[in-house]
C-alpha cells in the first residue's frame, strides 16, 4: 500500500522568502510523485511529478522537487515566494502498475504568504 | 490543454433528497474517471473509479448504493448522492486521464461543494 505524509499542515512564508514544503512517501514499488495546488473553491492543478529519469524536476510557477529514493522524499521548493503562491499543496504518490494508477494524496499544507 | 467540466459548482439541498453531480471531459476521451471527497482542512479521498461501460469500483468504506456512479460514455461521469444527509455536505472532485492509457495525466474538475440543509 502506498502513503503520503506532508510535515507541516500550516507554512507561513514572507513575500521573496524559500517556500519548502516537505513530502514523504511509503511505497512498495517505484512510485510517481506528484505535487499539485489548490486555490479556495476549485479543484487541483499540477505544479510538477515525477516518473523517471532526473530527480530534480521543475514545474510551473518556479516550483521544484527532487526525489530523493534514499529518504523516501519529495519536497517541494520555490526561492522566492510571491502573494499568488497563498494556497494548499498537496503531495500525491501513484505506484507505477497500480489498477488504473490511483492517486493517493497527503494531508496538504496550507501556505500563507506575508508581505 | 485538456479540460475538466464540473458541475454544478455549488449546490444546496434538503435532507433526504438526492443530487447529481456531472464531470465532462471537454476535448478528450476519459476511460478512466476517479472521484474524490474532501471535507473542509483536509486532503482528497477517493471514492470511487469510474470506468466507461462498466460498473464503477468503490474504496473500501464508501456505499456504493449512497453513491451511485455512472459512466456511460467517454466524456461523462455523473454522481449521484442518494437520499442525502448533512454528513454528506463536503467538497466533491472529479478527474479524468487523458493520453487513453494508465499513465496518461489526471486533469481535476473545479469541483462541487454540496451542502446538505
Known amino acids: 500500500a502506498q502513503s503520503v505524509t506532508q510535515l507541516g499542515s500550516h507554512v507561513s512564508v514572507s513575500e521573496g522568502a524559500l517556500v519548502l514544503l516537505r513530502c514523504n512517501y511509503s511505497?512498495?514499488?517505484?512510485?510517481?510523485l506528484f505535487w499539485y495546488v489548490q486555490y479556495p473553491n476549485q479543484g487541483l492543478q499540477l505544479l510538477l511529478k515525477?516518473?523517471?529519469?532526473?530527480?530534480l524536476v521543475k514545474g510551473i510557477n518556479g516550483f521544484e522537487a527532487e526525489f530523493k529514493k534514499s529518504e523516501t522524499s519529495f519536497h517541494l521548493t520555490k526561492p522566492s515566494a510571491h502573494m499568488s503562491d497563498a494556497a494548499e499543496y498537496f503531495c500525491?504518490?501513484?505506484?507505477?502498475?497500480?489498477?488504473?494508477?490511483?492517486?493517493?494524496f497527503g494531508g496538504g499544507t496550507r501556505v500563507l504568504v506575508k508581505p | 490543454g485538456a479540460v475538466v467540466s464540473q458541475h454544478p459548482s455549488r449546490v444546496i439541498c434538503k435532507s433526504g433528497t438526492s443530487v447529481k453531480i456531472e464531470c465532462r471531459s471537454l476535448?478528450?476521451?476519459?476511460?478512466?474517471m476517479f472521484w474524490y471527497r474532501q471535507f473542509p482542512k483536509q486532503s482528497l479521498m477517493l471514492m470511487a473509479t469510474?470506468?466507461?461501460?462498466?460498473?464503477?469500483?468503490?474504496e473500501q468504506g464508501v456505499e456504493k448504493d449512497k453513491f451511485l456512479i455512472n459512466h456511460a460514455s467517454l466524456t461523462l461521469s455523473t454522481l449521484t448522492v442518494t437520499s442525502a444527509h448533512p454528513e454528506d455536505s463536503s467538497f466533491y472532485i472529479c478527474?479524468?486521464?487523458?493520453?487513453?492509457?494508465?499513465?496518461?495525466?489526471?486533469?481535476f474538475g473545479n469541483g462541487t461543494r454540496l451542502t446538505v440543509t
Open positions: 478527474s479524468a486521464r487523458s493520453g487513453g492509457h494508465q499513465l496518461g495525466p489526471l486533469h
Open positions: 515525477y516518473t523517471t529519469g532526473a530527480t
Open positions: 469510474s470506468n466507461e461501460g462498466s460498473k464503477a469500483t468503490y
Open positions: 476535448d478528450f476521451q476519459a476511460t478512466t
Open positions: 500525491a504518490v501513484s505506484e507505477i502498475g497500480a489498477a488504473g494508477n490511483k492517486l493517493t
Open positions: 511505497s512498495s514499488v517505484p512510485p510517481y
